[in-house]
């Protein structure tokens, strides 16, 4: 009711879970869904503010910061209610169609699901992209072209073998690299980097003054997928969900070493 309140005239975009990756497909798509919709407001609630800052990646959209309980809430009183004014994007809860079933028999990439399935859009539709990037503050004291920006945490994601990142940073660190690694709150650096903490907003311009970017493949990936440098992603060796497809079958980058 408040938020109806707040933004009279808009459409309620609920984004049910803390994920980078799934608040940039919805913002990807967002625009088409809403062309499709006839609706040229919406305000969107994310959780948390890492979300926040993806989704203000995208333009200056109206958003709302919750904790999961809230969301968690506010979600069963628009199912409850029927209400027509809210749209709950997500691709493994049956909030618009029971997606998930379809991945028993197909492999569909998780993009595609929230292109087609989610918001019922065409498979050729464009995804937009961030249009709100901005430069790192610090960003001279980055070796250009020589550095490595590490990303070995995923708050959705299995951690791989420490043993395996030691390897990679002991690799770079061998060639001449400075090694960096992208932490947030009490997240360590990896023995033999340093730590570096720009804004969402912020990590672009970073890597692509690195070089190099190598990390596990989460939703910070998303995030970067256009920048100009080279980038590697990590996959952890597990099935999606409960299917046959492996996490690279689900989540492949294109231009980017899976």
Same mark, same amino acid.
């Given at each position: 009711?408040?938020? *109806?309140? *707040?933004?009279? $005239? ?16 919805? #913002? ?12 040229? *407001? ?12 993806? &989704?203000?990646?995208? =333009?200056?959209?109206? %958003?709302?910061?919750?904790?999961? +309980?809230? #969301?968690?809430? #506010? ?24 997606? @998930?079933?379809? /991945? ?5 990439? !998780? ?8 918001? =019922? ?40 073998? @420490? ?9 770079? !660190? ?9 932490? %947030? ?13 720009? /804004?969402? @907003?912020?990590?672009?311009? %970073?890597?692509? +003054? &690195?070089? /190099? ?13 256009? &920048? ?5 992603? !990590? ?6 969900? $409960? ?5 690279? $079958? #689900?989540?492949?980058? $294109? =231009?980017?070493?899976?």
């Amino acid at each position: 009711r408040k938020l *109806k309140e *707040k933004y009279p $005239d808009c459409l309620i975009i609920l984004c049910p879970f803390s994920a980078l990756g799934d608040i940039y497909f919805t #913002m990807s798509y967002l625009p088409h869904f809403l062309e499709k919709r006839g609706r040229v *407001k919406c305000a969107i609630a994310v959780i948390g503010m890492a979300c926040s800052q993806v &989704a203000h990646l995208f =333009g200056h959209y109206s %958003v709302e910061e919750f904790e999961q +309980r809230e #969301m968690d809430e #506010m979600i069963q009183a628009a199912l409850y209610l029927g209400d027509q004014g809210t749209f709950i994007p997500h691709q493994d809860r049956p909030y618009i169609v029971n997606l @998930s079933k379809a /991945l028993y028999e197909k492999l569909i990439p !998780l993009e595609k699901i929230y292109c087609c399935g989610v918001f =019922g859009l065409l498979p050729s539709t464009k995804p937009c992209l961030p249009t709100l990037l901005q430069p790192y503050s610090k960003l001279e004291e980055i070796k250009a072209g020589r550095s490595v920006i590490f990303s070995p945490y995923a708050k959705s994601v299995a951690a791989l073998n @420490s043993k395996v990142w030691g390897q990679i940073v002991e690799y770079y !660190l061998d060639k001449g690299y400075v090694c960096y690694t992208n932490v %947030v709150w009490k997240e360590k650096p990896l023995p033999g980097t340093y730590s570096i903490s720009p /804004l969402i @907003s912020e990590i672009q311009s %970073v890597v692509e +003054r &690195a070089g /190099l970017f190598i990390g596990i493949r989460s939703g910070l990936c998303d995030v970067i997928r256009e &920048a100009s440098c080279r980038k590697i992603a !990590l996959y952890p060796d597990y099935q999606y969900c $409960d299917t046959k497809w492996k996490a690279i $079958d #689900m989540y492949w980058l $294109d =231009g980017w070493e899976n």
